[in-house]
């Protein structure tokens, strides 16, 4: 989150440059063309909203089933937990408190995959004028050359900032999330993954796994493209 503040001088760059003549969609085929596209980004987030979501409420109820007062994760506080009403306020800031995290992490997430899929779909759109400057006259096959030389000018520069946005982003988290995932590994090989404390690890294990498939994915649809 401090990177992505840090960074939103950038972001605000970004979204003017979307606004501009060179990244507008100009024909309903070229709508279509995209289509695809943003389909495969919507279907990835709903599949990582899902995981992360019920994770999240396994992670909230579980607990609630032990017979003894445990919280949702384990921690140290300078006051006893288990007594009333201190117990249930814990319970709620532990609840609150992560819910946030994994939602700031999920859209952070996604939101990087959008900006690479954006650049993916330029590159559709570029590669449909430069087919269609065959049926252009002389004097307009010119012109449209030299627009679609500097719309792919426009789009390597904007997936340089977009690099430049995340980079740091995307460093920090891949590093936490792959020893995050090694280690949920080894905490899954100690318990019934069938079971009350093997649920929360699948559906955790799963949400890591969705996060790095975002930017292998959609940083590889970028480089073919």
């Not at 992505?4 to 950038?10: E, G």
């Not at 060179?22 to 995981?51: A, D, G, M, N």
């Not at 994770?55 to 007594?83: M, Q, R």
């Not at 992560?98 to 590669?127: H, R, W």
Request: glycine share 4%; proline share 3%; aromatic share 14%.
């Amino acid at each position: 989150m401090y990177l992505f503040m840090r960074n939103v001088r950038i972001l605000k760059q970004l979204r003017v440059t979307l606004k501009s003549d060179y990244f507008r969609i100009r024909t309903k085929r070229q709508s279509e063309l995209i289509h695809p596209t943003l389909s495969i980004w919507k279907t990835t987030y709903v599949t990582f909203w899902i995981l992360v979501s019920t994770t999240i409420v396994s992670w909230a109820i579980l607990p609630l089933f032990n017979k003894g007062k445990d919280l949702p994760f384990k921690a140290s506080y300078p006051y006893d937990t288990k007594a009333s009403p201190v117990y249930e306020i814990t319970y709620i800031h532990q609840v609150v408190g992560i819910f946030l995290s994994a939602m700031a992490s999920l859209n952070i997430d996604t939101f990087m995959a959008a900006l690479m899929m954006i650049i993916g779909a330029q590159c559709d759109l570029l590669c449909d004028d430069l087919r269609n400057l065959k049926n252009s006259v002389v004097s307009d096959f010119v012109a449209s050359l030299i627009e679609c030389i500097k719309r792919h000018k426009e789009i390597l520069s904007f997936a340089e900032e977009s690099n430049k946005f995340f980079n740091m982003i995307v460093l920090g988290q891949f590093f936490t999330s792959t020893v995050t995932l090694g280690l949920t590994m080894f905490q899954l090989s100690l318990v019934d993954p069938l079971s009350t404390e093997g649920y929360p690890l699948l559906f955790y294990e799963s949400s890591l796994t969705v996060q790095l498939f975002l930017y292998c994915w959609f940083g590889n649809e970028v480089e073919i493209k």
